[in-house]
């Protein structure tokens, strides 16, 4: 009689790094689908050194990872490090998940992906046939501007404190598109000053920037102007309601928080190393907000 070994397979391991990476809510969000779905793997915060992220890639297969997701300050960086990029990544500048695809390691991003998901299924009157407005020039802004695109808003009117940096952003994101008239195309960069009367050509506003964010100076913005059927949306997730979303459910407009963005955009990564797709649902969402009380 012949005894037969076999080899354990190992549990599929994810995380999130960054530096510092205290302030990270995706392992509640991964935990969370993680235990709903009974499915064997871990998913942890890793603190990870800018000057240590280049050896933390490269053995990345070796400690036996099947992927991670991204944060402040090595979104950027994690691209040279990649043996391929998506065409969101590349356009974005900017990855924040990655997985393994045989022996290649694939980085993308679909912080994009969760703003537009996000939006859809809080605002399904939201129309991509209008203009919409952007408040601010970093990586989010990035992400949800290439997004707007991809949907077929015909003008995307961008601000930011510095017009510089958004006059950066804009020509970095339309170097990546395939566009025939590199002249007429639907970024449209403005003063800080001219925000608010701009807001009455749209019928999206996005508010990217930290302002309002707990601890930080609110942003002034005067949402009169906006249309009846407007939609305001703050990045901001704490608090839940800025002074911005609170100005404009006030005047009867659709007021999205943040929060979802942030639960929609873990979705693919956990698709890629965990093998499902998960759902998101109220009881999740309830779970991040009572860690953020």
């Known amino acids: 009689m012949t005894n ?3 080899t354990p397979t190992m549990a599929p391991k994810a995380g999130v790094i960054g530096w510092p990476i205290t302030h990270s809510r995706s392992p509640l969000i991964h935990g969370f689908w993680l235990n709903k779905y009974q499915l064997a793997g871990s998913y942890d915060k890793i603190p990870v050194a800018p000057e240590n992220l280049e050896t933390f890639i490269s053995g990345m297969r070796a400690a036996g990872f099947s992927g991670i997701n ?20 590349r356009a974005i500048g900017a990855a924040n998940t990655l997985w393994f695809e045989g022996e290649e390691l694939i980085a993308g991003n679909t912080d994009g992906y969760g703003f537009i998901t996000h939006l859809k299924k809080s605002a399904p009157s939201w129309s991509a046939d209008e203009p919409a407005m952007v408040i601010g020039a970093g990586g989010a802004a990035r992400a949800i501007i290439y997004a707007l695109m991809r949907e077929g808003v015909p003008e995307i009117i961008l601000t930011n404190r510095t017009r510089s940096r958004a006059e950066a952003l804009a020509e970095n994101l ?24 701009a807001l009455s050509r749209v019928n999206l506003l996005v508010n990217t920037t930290s302002l309002g964010m707990a ?18 949306y703050d990045i901001v997730y ?56």
């Not at 991204?70 to 043996?83: M, S």
């Not at 999205?256 to 965990?274: N, R, T, Y």
């Open 4 to 6: 037969k070994t076999t």
């Open 70 to 89: 991204v944060t402040i300050p090595h979104k950027e960086n994690v691209l040279k490090l990649a043996d391929k990029t998506t065409a969101e990544a």
């Open 174 to 197: 339309l170097k990546q598109q395939d566009l025939s008239d590199k002249d007429h195309h639907p970024i449209k960069v403005i003063d800080w000053e001219e925000k608010d009367a």
């Open 215 to 232: 601890g930080n100076p609110p942003l002034e913005l005067d949402t009169a102007p906006l249309p009846p059927h407007s939609i305001c």
């Open 238 to 293: 704490a608090p839940l309601e800025t002074d911005l979303l609170k100005s404009a459910r006030q005047r009867g407009l659709i007021g999205v928080d943040g929060l979802g963005m942030l639960i929609h955009q873990a979705a693919p990564g956990f698709e890629k190393w965990f093998g499902k797709f998960p759902e998101v649902t109220t009881e999740l969402t309830q779970h991040v907000i009572d860690d953020l009380a």
